[in-house]
C-alpha cells in the first residue's frame, strides 16, 4: 500500500506562482509511478503532470505546457509540481496520485490517491 501527502496549495492572483509537494510512504511507495491531476468544481478530474516510471520522460496536459513542471526528489520520495504564470481556469483541488512497480506512469484510475490541496487563482 502507498499513502501520498499532498501540501502547497494556496490563494494567489493571475500570474503567481505555487509549488506543490507530494510525499509518498508506505510498503512499496520506493520507485512507484506518481502524478498531479485536478479537479474543478463541476468538471471531471484531469490529468495535469506526470512521470513516466524510470524513462525520464514527462506528461503535461496542453492547458499548463510551459508553465507547470513536474519533478521527483527520489531521496526524499516526493513528487513535485511547480506552477508558474498561473490563470483563473488553473483554479482547482490539486491530486496526487501513485501507482507501486510494476507502472508507466500514474493516470485517472491510479490506485492511491491523497485528500488533495486547494489552488485558488483570483483575476
Known amino acids: 500500500q502507498v499513502q501520498v501527502v499532498e501540501s502547497g496549495g494556496g490563494s494567489v492572483q493571475t500570474g503567481g506562482s505555487l509549488r506543490l509537494s507530494c510525499e509518498a510512504s508506505?510498503?512499496?511507495?520506493?520507485?512507484?509511478?506518481m502524478g498531479w491531476f485536478r479537479q474543478a468544481p463541476g468538471k471531471p478530474r484531469e490529468a495535469v503532470a506526470a512521470l513516466y516510471h524510470g524513462a525520464g520522460n514527462t506528461y503535461y496536459a496542453d492547458s499548463v505546457k510551459g508553465r507547470f513542471t513536474v519533478s521527483r526528489d527520489e531521496a526524499k520520495d516526493t513528487l513535485y509540481l511547480q506552477m508558474n504564470n498561473l490563470k483563473p481556469e488553473d483554479t482547482a483541488m490539486y491530486y496526487c496520485a501513485a501507482d507501486p512497480k510494476p507502472c508507466i506512469i500514474a493516470t485517472i484510475s491510479s490506485r492511491y490517491w491523497g485528500q488533495g490541496t486547494q489552488v485558488n487563482v483570483s483575476s
Open positions: 508506505g510498503n512499496n511507495h520506493r520507485g512507484a509511478c
